[in-house]
């Protein structure tokens, strides 16, 4: 099993949109194993983006950040980062699969409704920058053996 990082950002909570894309994951059999709801400070949004502090675009991508609260979850579930990734949809939510959750509820590059783990090095890092160990509450999903087969799990 795998834990993902998803970020419910501002252009989510803003729309009323937590509980529709929570049961999106939900749905798919991914397992919520932390959430929490938090404002996201500058030295937060600076370590999340480091690779992005120097863009010209960082002063707005983080004043779009600190406009609400976030949703922050980990999601577990047989490669959750790959199903993850894939149920985001692009980037940019102009050019993102109708069907994906950014090109079901997104017109945009920056306020595209949620941040997802690019790999499982990037989800370990970004779930230790969210969640602190007892924040995370693993368990059998009573599900699984309907979600898999014996041998995936």
């Given at each position: 099993?795998?834990?993902?990082?998803?970020?419910?950002?501002?252009?989510?909570?803003?729309?009323?949109l937590?509980?529709?894309?929570?049961?999106?994951?939900?749905?798919?059999?991914?397992?919520?194993?932390?959430?929490?709801?938090?404002?996201?400070?500058?030295?937060?949004?600076?370590?999340?983006?480091?690779?992005?502090v120097?863009?010209?675009?960082?002063?707005?991508?983080?004043?779009s950040?600190?406009?609400?609260?976030?949703?922050?979850?980990?999601?577990?579930?047989?490669?959750?980062?790959t199903?993850v990734?894939?149920?985001?949809?692009?980037t940019?939510?102009?050019?993102?699969?109708?069907?994906?959750?950014?090109?079901?509820?997104?017109?945009?590059?920056?306020?595209?409704?949620?941040?997802?783990?690019?790999?499982?090095?990037?989800?370990?890092?970004?779930?230790?920058?969210?969640?602190?160990?007892?924040?995370?509450?693993?368990?059998?999903?009573?599900?699984?053996?309907?979600?898999?087969?014996?041998d995936?799990?």
């Amino acid at each position: 099993m795998e834990t993902t990082l998803v970020l419910l950002k501002p252009s989510c909570v803003s729309r009323g949109l937590i509980g529709e894309i929570i049961n999106r994951f939900e749905r798919r059999g991914l397992q919520i194993v932390g959430m929490k709801m938090m404002q996201l400070d500058d030295d937060k949004l600076r370590e999340h983006y480091s690779h992005l502090v120097n863009k010209p675009f960082f002063p707005a991508l983080a004043k779009s950040m600190k406009a609400s609260p976030i949703v922050a979850m980990a999601l577990q579930g047989v490669e959750a980062v790959t199903v993850v990734r894939g149920m985001t949809g692009y980037t940019n939510g102009r050019t993102a699969d109708p069907g994906t959750i950014r090109g079901d509820y997104s017109m945009s590059n920056q306020q595209n409704i949620v941040h997802a783990s690019d790999s499982i090095d990037s989800a370990e890092k970004e779930l230790a920058r969210f969640f602190k160990p007892e924040e995370i509450y693993p368990y059998k999903h009573a599900l699984a053996e309907y979600l898999y087969a014996p041998d995936e799990y």
